[in-house]
Every structure is written in C-alpha cells, then in structure tokens.
C-alpha cells in the first residue's frame, strides 16, 4: 500500500482576520512570482508552524530518520557554502542547534538570523534537486504520478470543503497530448520541458472575499511556498497592498512585508480573451516516493519525496462565469492558438496582418 502523505490536519479554514505574517509572505509570493532565495528573512512564529510547514514539505518531524535526512542537507548546504565561497558560518548555524530550529533563528531578529537563512536558501535548493534527481531515476509513468498528486490534492481540498473552507467549483485535468503539441507549436520556445500544466487544478470560491483566505489555506496545507515557480504566476483579481491597506491589523503586519524588486509574475497567455481575469500559479509539489514505490528501500542519503509540476487556477465564481463568455471562452482560446500554429506552420500571415 502507498505510504502515508504526512501533511499537517486540515483544520478551520482561516478568515482574513486569521491571517498572520506567514500567510501574507506566502500569499504575496505566489501571487509575484518571486522566489524564496531572494528573501531576507521568515516569519515562523513558533515551533508548530515550522513544523506545519515541515510537513507541507513531506518531512515528518516525529521521524527520526526524516530529522536526519534534514540534518544532513544542512551538512551538505554548509559545505557547500564554506567550500564554493569560503562564507565563515556561526558554529550555532553550522551544526550546535537542531536544522529545524534554524526557521525560527531566521524568523527572529539576531546575531544569526542573516546566516540562518543563507543556510536554509541553500538546503532549499538541494533538498529540490534531490527530489527532482529521483523522479528522473523512476521507472514510473506520468499517469500514475499525477495519479497520486491528483489524489493527494483532492484529499486536501475535500477536507477543506468539509471544515468550512468556501470552494463553489473544484475540478481537475491533465493536458492531453495533442494540446501539448499544439501549445508547443505556438510557443516561441519549443522545449517540452516548459510546458507547466500537463496537470491542472482550478478552484473557484463564491466571492471576491474568499480569494485571499482561500490562497492562505492552499500555502498552510498543500503547497509549501517555496516550492511555488518563480516567474509562473498571474494576478488579475488581487491587489493586495490595497485589500491589506483596508484592515488596519493586517495593514500593520504588511509592514516588514519582503519582495524582490524584479519580482517574476509572467503576463497573461497571448491566446486569451481580453477581458480575461485569473489567478494562476504554478507549484511543485512534493510526493513521497513510496506512494510511486511502495517496497522501495532508501538508502541513508537518498531523497524520499519526488517533486511534479502542478498549475492551479483560482477565481471567484461571477469572474469564472465572465471568463467562460464571448471572446473569454475556452473555445475562442483554443481558436486564437490554432489560427498561430497554422500560420508558423504554413507560413501564413495571422488575421489582422
């Protein structure tokens, strides 16, 4: 039988006043399309919340071996740090305190915060490649990968649904192979490697309220926030510096509030409609391996989870319905992205031209 996800319990959805510093760090990353690695800083409150966030990332903090794991890509981050950059580190952050106690040595103002999250950017990245580095070693199709992720995210959505979270419209497809092509025809940049929605997420909420605290469940538990994929967001719906401007607690935590200056976010697909609106992001979820390989047997050093590539699509539901009419509608896309692929292919001119 698979092995068990270890993902934090579902609880009550949060309401806007809910929302701590942690949610509005990870709700602005996702909706920016900025990267992790260009922080300065985390906003871990407490040792649950590391915890939580630990388990987002399919690491068990009450598995002796999963803290090790942790210890030893914190080994693997300080040697590579004092080794490529000669970067004297603090014996505190280098190996006296426990890995998981560096979040909140990085959350909280002191002498080793700054080294704290340089050391954490660092196992970011590693415990990532590992991750990838076993998904290309499985001999495993993609449909009984994204069999599994399916199943991990509709678990986690219909527990929601059943704690009071507001979803109105949730659904799930896989882009069939001749969409791929298709999209690879009109993209500029034909790798396969870059097509982001072979499996596709789309979650609509009953109001323009919902947005918000609905993206702040989705980053407490599903999607670790680091591993959203930087430049691969689009923000139609949410001004959030307004909507926190407007509630003076949350205006008050939006304070230390970090982003890159070149943050990421791509624009809209060419191919749609121009009164188009959406939320979309890209996240690559972490999957443990025994749910693929149940009998698999893991050496000391080897990665236990594997990451897939998933998009999501969040709106609310009268936008939902706008985005379905008119020149907005799936069909009119499909239509604008066949009339490019046929005019690259023959080399026609495209209407309008």
């Known amino acids: 039988m698979p092995g068990p996800s270890v993902l934090p319990r579902v609880g009550r959805p949060p309401t806007l006043d809910d929302l701590d510093l942690d949610d509005l760090e990870s709700v602005r990353l996702l909706l920016r399309g900025d990267s992790v690695v260009d922080w300065h800083h985390l906003a871990f409150h407490d040792e649950a919340a590391v915890d939580r966030f630990l388990r987002l990332c399919e690491l068990d903090p009450g598995s002796d071996a ?73 001999s495993v199709s993609d449909d009984a990968i994204f069999r599994e992720i399916e199943l991990k995210v509709v678990r986690v959505v219909e527990d929601l649904r059943a704690s009071g979270c507001a979803v109105a419209e949730f659904e799930w497809s896989r882009k069939p192979r001749d969409s791929q092509i298709t999209k690879l025809l009109a993209k500029v940049s034909t790798l396969a490697a870059n097509i982001y929605d072979k499996l596709r997420f789309r979650l609509i909420v009953p109001t323009y309220d919902d947005l918000i605290p609905t993206l702040a469940t989705l980053t407490r538990q599903l999607i670790p926030f680091n591993y959203v994929v930087p430049g691969e967001s689009v923000n139609q719906l949410i001004d959030l510096e307004t909507e926190l401007a407007r509630r003076p607690r949350l205006a008050g935590l939006a304070d230390p509030l970090q982003a890159d200056e070149h943050a990421g976010a791509r624009s809209l697909n060419e191919f749609s409609g121009p009164e188009y609106r959406i939320i979309n992001f890209v996240a690559d979820l972490p999957l443990r391996l025994e749910r693929l390989v149940p009998n698999h047997s893991f050496g000391p050093d080897d990665s236990h989870v594997v990451f897939v590539l998933t998009e999501f699509q969040i709106a609310d539901k009268a936008t939902a319905v706008s985005n379905e009419s008119g020149a907005q509608s799936h069909e009119a896309y499909k239509a604008r992205q066949h009339e490019r692929v046929r005019a690259r292919l023959l080399r026609e001119p495209e209407p309008g031209e």
């Open 66 to 138: 999963e803290m090790h794991r942790l210890e030893a890509v914190r080994a693997d981050a300080v040697d590579y740090l004092t080794r490529v950059y000669h970067l004297p580190l603090p014996d505190e952050v280098a190996e006296d305190v426990a890995a998981r106690d560096l979040f909140l040595m990085a959350s909280r103002s002191g002498p080793h915060q700054r080294a704290a999250c340089v050391v954490l950017k660092v196992m970011h990245i590693i415990y990532h490649l590992a991750g990838r580095q076993a998904l290309l070693r499985l």
